[in-house]
């Protein structure tokens, strides 16, 4: 068996009473070495992390009792280095019947890394550095309903993008949905995400604010507006906000807050005329 504690993996067996009962060298050093040795120790006290144990130990009587294995990959995390490792667990069988799990730990950090740098520039906007569209449709979380607190969501418009990109170019059209969004990002509080939906359409998704911290911030955005304006270039964002307690459906509350701002839309206009 020599040569099998020896290899350069991490690989472990654990008995019907989910106990280590192998674990090559690289295993047992990760785990804290020879004074700390977790053979003959189950999950529950080997990891420091209670929740954690508590998710390996379940984990493992699972499999003890359908014989079926299990893959996830565990994050061991700290605020100056990411690490996460790919735990992979099989049943062990014996005339029929399950008498332990073999499994092997490989780490995955670099790929999650990737994985997740690659996941945030598919979420942000090239143009404004904003989260997209895709970042909306695929977190739940802004889904989420909690009737114990409110929800807002403001939409936004960036009034004459047509007229500018007609007449002075797409460079300009690009500076002033950049503008437009740098004003929106720096309205937000801590906990609003902004979001730019294309074209010329930006969503403030603010959980935890009210009706009226939402008219406050569409005030904030108004004045922002008209100091972000010069003679080269006018900001002009048409806002309407919906609040709830997340009663209706995300899409629902979205059509609503668009209503809003089309209604502003049209005041603009009719004061202008």
């Known amino acids: 068996m020599t040569f099998i504690e020896s290899a350069p993996a991490n690989i472990f067996f654990k008995d019907a009473e989910c106990k280590h009962r192998f674990v090559t060298e690289l295993c047992n050093f990760l785990n804290g070495g020879e004074e700390h040795s977790i053979l003959g120790k189950t999950d529950l ?46 049943a062990v069988f014996k005339n029929g019947e399950v008498i332990g799990i073999i499994g092997v730990i490989n780490d995955v950090t670099k790929r999650v890394v990737l994985e997740r740098q690659l996941e945030e520039l598919s979420f942000r906007d090239k143009l404004t550095g904003l989260y997209n ?40 059209g690009d500076m002033l949905l950049r503008r437009a969004a740098a004003v929106i990002q720096d309205a937000a509080p801590e906990g609003c995400v902004p979001i730019r939906l294309g074209g010329d359409e930006f969503l403030l998704f603010c959980p935890g604010i009210d009706a009226d911290g939402a008219r406050e911030l569409i005030d904030r955005i108004k004045a922002a507006c008209r ?42 206009h009719d004061t202008l005329k």
């Open 45 to 90: 006290e080997v990891q420091t992390n209670p929740e954690l144990a508590k998710f390996y130990f379940e984990d493992d009587l699972k499999i003890l009792k359908t014989g079926e294995g299990s893959e996830y990959v565990s994050d061991f995390s700290t605020p100056e280095f990411p690490a996460f490792f790919e735990i992979k667990k099989s």
């Open 133 to 172: 569209r895709n970042y909306l449709e695929s977190r739940k979380k802004l889904n989420r309903h909690n009737d114990d607190h409110p929800r807002s969501l403001i939409m936004a418009d960036c009034n004459y993008l047509k007229t500018v990109n007609d007449t002075r170019g797409h460079e300009w």
């Open 227 to 268: 100091e972000n304006s010069d003679e080269s270039i006018t900001l002009d964002i048409a806002l309407g906000s919906f609040t709830d307690n997340g009663e209706l459906p995300f899409e629902d509350a979205l059509r609503r807050a668009d209503r809003a701002m089309y209604e502003d839309k049209r005041l603009r």
